[in-house]
């Protein structure tokens, strides 16, 4: 997408009416809401738009804002309005900065017992009471693998069978602030999602390859780990699209604004009488790749698997430039991850859509959730 230096963006497409789901993504630098209804079991894209945070915060386009609850509300409405959304059925992303997700390893005992044994062993991995958390969990399968570690092997034959567990924990706390949100926002009905989750609907589909995810957000990247169609592993880079802006800031002696309009006209591919502006953005971008790759190589070291597919995406991922230093930064096939080739839309379009399908996962993800 042409990303304007506009307090809002939105798309109107003409639909039916108010019967549709709303994804609803509220990142650290962006809104962005995405509005389907389905018929003849596919999803119709009826509309969809973004609003950026920062300046309600006193802050620039493209900066993390931390937002009160009102003004969250008051955001979402703006755009609600501006984009003509009509449904409220809602889903919102939960920040994986704000929840923990991981695979633990527990004994096969059968889902009722394993439901009392489960909040005691997050305790182990929560920093907090469980009480103060809610928790989920999903039983998902072993993968066979072609190499196994003969020594493993041998000590697993006495012991007692085991199963994966995919553990996810939320603060109380985070939930009744969407609760809240909600119910200001007069919704009819209203769920939540982790939005790494969101993001391996939308980018993956029914794609059960070995594949990464990597989410570049404004504040931080996420990174996700995906076998046979199941998150294995998830993690948080604290290095994001904003943090190339406030580089370019202080390096130029420059506002943020003017920062963030050079670095999204000129991105990696650079100024040819300035090539200090690439170099200077690159060096947070290559932060973030280091350590995605690093990632990566862990788990397949791990594992003994190899991971062929990279997928980006997020509005960090749409900087000129990016998609083919990750190329190079990654021993796999990289891609945009074109979110929004899920849905039926006007062909028309199509060009504009396939550019901000990286964009717009996490809330094409969520509305797909519902659908």
């Known amino acids: 997408m042409d990303i304007s230096f506009e307090k809002i963006k939105a798309q109107f497409i003409s639909k039916k009416g108010g019967d549709g789901v709303v994804g609803v993504d509220i990142g650290s630098g962006f809104l962005k809401v995405v509005e389907l209804h389905k018929k003849g079991g596919k999803a119709i894209l009826d509309t969809y738009g973004e609003l950026a945070l920062g300046p309600l915060a006193g802050l620039e386009v493209g900066q993390a804002a931390n937002l009160t609850t009102d003004q969250m509300v008051s955001a979402i409405n703006d755009l609600f309005g501006e984009a003509k959304v009509k449904s409220r059925n809602l889903v919102f992303s939960l920040p994986l900065k704000s929840t923990l997700v ?48 003969p020594d493993k092997a041998e000590g697993e034959k006495s012991a007692p069978p085991k199963v994966d567990v995919l553990l996810a924990a939320v603060h109380n706390d985070v939930l009744a602030k969407y609760d809240e949100i909600a119910k200001k926002l007069l919704a009819t009905s209203h769920q939540y999602e982790i939005e790494i989750f969101s993001a391996i609907r939308a980018t993956l589909g029914r794609d059960t390859s070995a594949t990464m995810i990597v989410d570049v957000g404004s504040a931080n990247t996420k990174v996700a780990i995906i076998e046979e169609g199941v998150l294995r592993s998830s993690h948080l880079i ?55 790759g690093r990632i990566l190589m862990n788990y397949q070291h791990a594992k003994r698997v190899s991971i062929n597919k990279v997928v980006l995406s997020g509005g960090g991922v749409l900087l000129k430039g990016l ?14 991850g074109e979110a929004f080739d899920k849905l039926e839309a006007p062909a028309a379009l199509a060009p504009l859509l ?6 717009f996962a996490v809330a094409i993800g969520l509305a797909l959730r519902n659908l």
């Open 102 to 149: 991981t695979v633990i390893e527990m004994p096969d005992v059968g889902e009722a017992k394993l439901r009392e044994m489960i909040p005691i062993e997050a305790r182990k991995y929560i920093p907090t009471s469980v009480t103060e958390v809610s928790l989920s969990h999903w039983i998902i399968p072993k993968i066979v693998r072609t190499y196994i570690d």
């Open 238 to 292: 604290n290095v994001g699209s904003q943090d190339a802006t406030l580089a370019l800031s202080r390096s130029k002696e420059i506002s943020m604004l003017e920062a963030e309009e050079m670095k999204r006209e000129f991105g990696l591919l650079g100024n040819p009488n300035d090539p200090s502006i690439a170099e200077i953005g690159r060096l947070s971008i290559d932060r973030i790749f280091s350590e995605a």
């Open 323 to 336: 998609p083919d230093v990750a190329s190079k930064s990654f021993e796999a096939t990289v891609v945009l």
């Open 354 to 359: 396939k550019e901000s399908g990286p964009e």
